[in-house]
């Protein structure tokens, strides 16, 4: 019923979104194909199925993007993820020559993660291109801001199943550079495994999701929530305006499941409430008790790079200094901060205290920890360009980023990576 909606409002807001092989799929689905946004009409999609499902993600997404650049009639670039679609047009800038000599002789080149008896399955579907190999070549030379639009002429819309909270970051990436000139779509709400919303206005560029009550039994949590416990309510009992914590039960067998999520309400359609997603509670920066959210941290850091000038963000993470354990030394409980950077090859001590001046100005209970020496000053790393590709490889599943790490061997992989 959600992908029969979605499939609706594609095709009224683009109509030659659901033409015949016109969408690509970029999507890791480790172990098993799943059904892709469109599944009742797998006509749609020029990407086979086995491509994505390879347990090595890299692997996987370049399949995936080799028989998306065969296909040069797309309308459709759909992906899980925004940060899949991101970091296939990242391997776009490295490999294309290789993409193209593929293309060319119509053969799979030998790779790393790709079994033998899935490369010979895909080769099947392959047949020498040598002119759409030269047009690559020919558009890729020119530089890959708005590549998207030069290899696709026909693209209509990008769709993202999940870019709301800080996936973001890769959708705003993907239109200052690759997707210039695209709009971006993001049709689905899930939480806890289950579908539970459906995004009925494809033009618009903030997502926002019609609440659909058979899908799922959702109860909600009225924020902010105060000591004594809280009564869960109903969909026909919130309030426009209003923020709630997201409690589940799904048809798998969660029951009463404190997603985490917290949602806004923005008004409502036909009396069923439309929510925007506001923020992931497990996200939470909090040595002392400050409870600083991903999307708060997040502006402040955003407030940060606009005074490091020429400095572009590809990707962040933050660690409590708990989970460093004696590594981080007879110091108070303070925040380590990860990033990528494009523009930058390092920052001074200054320029690094900026972040923690800004979190002091925005979180007053912070700026006070920091004052009594409770709190001791932010540690920031900066990253060798791709770490964040490798951190969700190893993550080992389709999940959006966290910006909160909270396991010990995805740190010492961000370690060691660290190069200044």
């Not at 749609?44 to 890299?58: D, E, F, M």
């Amino acid at each position: 019923q959600g992908s029969l909606l979605y499939l609706d409002a594609l095709g009224a807001a683009f109509p030659r979104a659901l033409a015949r092989w016109g969408t690509a799929l970029l999507h890791w689905t480790p172990g098993c194909p799943r059904a892709p946004a469109g599944w009742p009409l797998p006509s749609l999609y020029c990407t086979p199925a086995p491509a994505g499902s390879l347990r090595s993600r890299a692997a996987a997404l370049r399949l995936q993007l080799l028989f998306a650049l065969r296909q040069r009639e797309l309308h459709v670039l759909e992906a899980g993820l925004a940060a899949e679609l991101h970091d296939a047009l990242v391997a776009l800038r490295t490999e294309w020559p290789q993409l193209a000599q593929e293309l060319a002789l119509g053969r799979l080149s030998p790779q790393p993660g790709l079994p033998e008896g899935v490369r010979d399955q895909l080769q099947a579907l392959l047949t020498p291109d040598a002119a759409r190999a030269a047009e690559l070549c020919a558009e890729c030379a020119r530089g890959f801001e708005g590549i998207a639009l030069r290899l696709w002429p026909q693209l209509e819309v990008v769709v993202v199943r999940t870019a709301h909270g800080t996936e973001q970051l890769y959708c705003d990436s993907l239109r200052q550079a690759e997707c210039q000139g695209l709009p971006f779509y993001c049709p689905f709400y899930q939480a806890a495994g289950a579908l539970l919303g459906v995004n009925l206005w494809p033009v618009e560029s903030a997502p926002r999701f019609l609440l659909c009550p058979d899908w799922a039994f959702c109860e909600f949590l009225p924020c902010p929530a105060n000591k004594e416990p809280t009564r869960t309510v109903l969909l026909d009992e919130l309030w426009e305006g209003r923020e709630y914590g997201l409690v589940v039960t799904t048809q798998p067998g969660e029951y009463r499941c404190r997603t985490g999520e917290v949602l806004r309400v923005t008004g409502f359609h036909k009396q069923c409430p439309v929510v925007e997603p506001v923020r992931r509670e497990s996200q939470t920066l909090s040595v002392r008790g400050e409870n600083i959210s991903e999307e708060q941290f997040f502006q402040s850091l955003c407030c940060t790079l606009r005074m490091w000038p020429g400095a572009r963000l590809i990707d962040y993470v933050c660690v409590e200094s708990s989970l460093l354990g004696d590594s981080s030394g007879p110091c108070a409980p303070h925040y380590e901060v990860f990033m990528e950077l494009q523009g930058l090859r390092d920052l001074s001590e200054g320029q690094r205290y900026k972040l923690d001046q800004c979190l002091q100005e925005d979180f007053p209970v912070y700026k006070s920890f920091r004052f009594k020496g409770s709190i001791g000053p932010l540690h920031l790393h900066l990253l060798r360009p791709r770490t964040f590709t490798r951190l969700r490889e190893a993550l080992g599943s389709p999940l959006p980023m966290p910006r909160v790490l909270h396991e010990a061997q995805l740190l010492r992989l961000i370690q060691g990576s660290v190069i200044s």
